[in-house]
């Protein structure tokens, strides 16, 4: 990837703070607060409630804008104003698609649903409201918590963005297995706060509320701002004996859930596969060295390891593995420090050396664990760049053999092509986000998969008597995890029966343990903690999650059959899946229809690119490709965010759609406006009208005509215009001009607008 310089123009009015006037902040007021999760067994069901009055005296808008968990399923959400509910539909994603495009073509917009990093996506919603009126609205999520290295983690983001006079979290756990240790973690917590937190907890059940009052909630005592703003974090694990795992059973509906402790640990035969191409430069090659050599030290003497990095060419450290030794390890630290990078990407070469290298491995452990990790931060783009083809070879080459472990760094990897190679060769993929902590997160990986205890597991029950199993067969167990099957019992078991056949590093293991169901059925009588019939409703969000990842690596006939199965279970239990909608409907006279979508890791992407002159708006959450052209920029009138990227330097064969772009973002609409050139050499290109805010942005490109070396941005009122070029920027008024370089950031105050200067590195 090349480098780029990023400058970003905010143009906002000084009395302005997010778009609305401190007089229009004051006037919605969020009276009341309330998240409400209730964990039982592993699966969590959240409910955010939030009651807003307008104390202006004429209409405002209030909103509604909650994080949470990737790995959670909306099931429900309304509105109610002054009484009157407007509660949002779950439609097959299809049906809910045309309702949408019947309501932009009258003019409104969609996209509540967003992916805000790499463990939450935000619901945004917002609706005008009269002078002294109420709306409250409600947001119901499911979840099934997952355990990762020896933890299950509940995370709660907290922003209400103002005091809140009735602010309140509870979290009420309920596990029948017992509640090994409970903790709570904050992003936010003071001495104060921490006043304003209580946990009660016994054997298997534990109560968290935090519960600030408005004066604990203050920054400090002069300021009406609010220190709630971060994560707030519940963590624990159960109880477990050495048996065939937990059964629990409700309603039919049966949970099993395995973890074994103490088991020894597979030698591993591990292959890096490092991309070192030109767009590793910089910060990320840091981030991977630095983790590489953490790496190494977490390696364990009867491991095997090696290296192959690859940019155009493919290079193996070592012609085999090496056993992890403390010189071998050193040598190792060595190699890492003195990878650079430059030149392309060869993946699919890469992988295939890794492959063959295990293959010809010789005096490995009898009993291991063979896998390959690969990091890359790019697309194919040297010797075989067919992403399919490449993905035909790897699965051919491994065979079932070896797990294959894909990490993607930053966003211009496709995920979608890293994912489906992943789950099919017995691993799964997982994007790095280009953090400060990007280091962090590629040795967080490593932990996880760094300690096998059990291969080929097998969940065996009786044929006759279980319907809907998920899935019971596993290529590996890691310590730390926690392997869950559910399904429903079709007959009248008095005993439900269960064994478990797996591969230990010594020997191998057979468990059997058998669940007295009526038994069993007691444990969750007359509990206040339960929420219903949770077991059910765990199956189907387990279910859906299988069928779902299993559809990524299906062919195209058996990914329409397990998709047409996950939609209708998606429909039956009212989750908002990649394959449902939600339909949010508002009064009439507003914005009628609007989408909550599912976005997943492989939507997440950059944007494409379009030509200059044409503006389009990029719905949040909506699969690539669904683009609607918009001439107008709408009516949003208080801000605007301009980012223009200027490159610095070019790859000797851009990809085509990828110089110049502009990129326009619309505040309080998740909508971003892509601007791009046709690649056309023009002296000056228009590339924005908007005269209700009174503002045109015109672009001039380099001889090269592969980027832009120009800008001006002209502001009518107050009369305002801002030059952009790659030496300077330069703000002009009333014949008075400021000047300043790339590399410092001004603010200026004219006629009451305030425009706020700004540059940063990408």
Known sequence: MEERTLLTLTVFSSLIVLAETIAQKDAIEIYSLHVDCKVTSRFAHTIIT????NRANESREATFEVELPK??????????IDGKVYPGIIKEKASAQKEYDTAVSHGQSAGLVKITGRKLEQFHVSVSIAAASKVTFELAYEELLKRQLG???????VRPKQLVKHFQIDVHIFEPQGIRFLETDSTFMTNELTEALTKVQNETKAHILFKPTVDQQKINPELDETLLNGDFVVRYDVERGATAGDIQIVNGYFVHYFAPREMPVFPKNVIFVIDRSGSMAGRKIEQTRDALLKILQDLRPEDHFSFITFNSKVAEWKSSLLQATADNVASAAGFVQTLSPSGGTDINRALLTAVSMLDKAERLPGRSVSMMILLTDGQPTSGESNVEVIQENIQKAVNGKYALFCLGFGFDVSYKFLEKMALSNGGIARRIYENADAALQLQGFYQEVATPILMKIEMQYPENAIEGLTKNNFKLFFEGSEIIVSGKISNEL???????????HVSDLTLKEEANVKEKEQVFQNQSYVFGNFIERLWAYLTIQQLLEKSISAEEEDKRTLEAQALELSLQYNFVTPLTSMVVTKPTGQQQTELANKPTEADNEKPSSFPVGDAYRLRSGSPPGRWRSEPKSGSNKK????????RDKIRAQPLANEYPQLLLQLPKQNEIICLNTDGKPQPSLHLLSDPEQGLTVTGKLGDRIKHFVQFEITYVNPPVRIHVSTDEIVLSHDNESTRLPWTESATSTIQGKCFQMSSSSE
């Open 50 to 53: 939030s009651k807003i009055v």
């Open 71 to 80: 790995s959670a399923f909306i099931t429900n959400f309304s509105m109610s």
């Open 151 to 157: 933890k299950f983690e509940l995370l709660i983001k």
């Open 494 to 504: 008095d005993l439900l029966p269960v064994e478990i056949k797996a591969q230990t």
């Open 639 to 646: 801000l605007l965010s301009v980012v223009v990227r200027l």
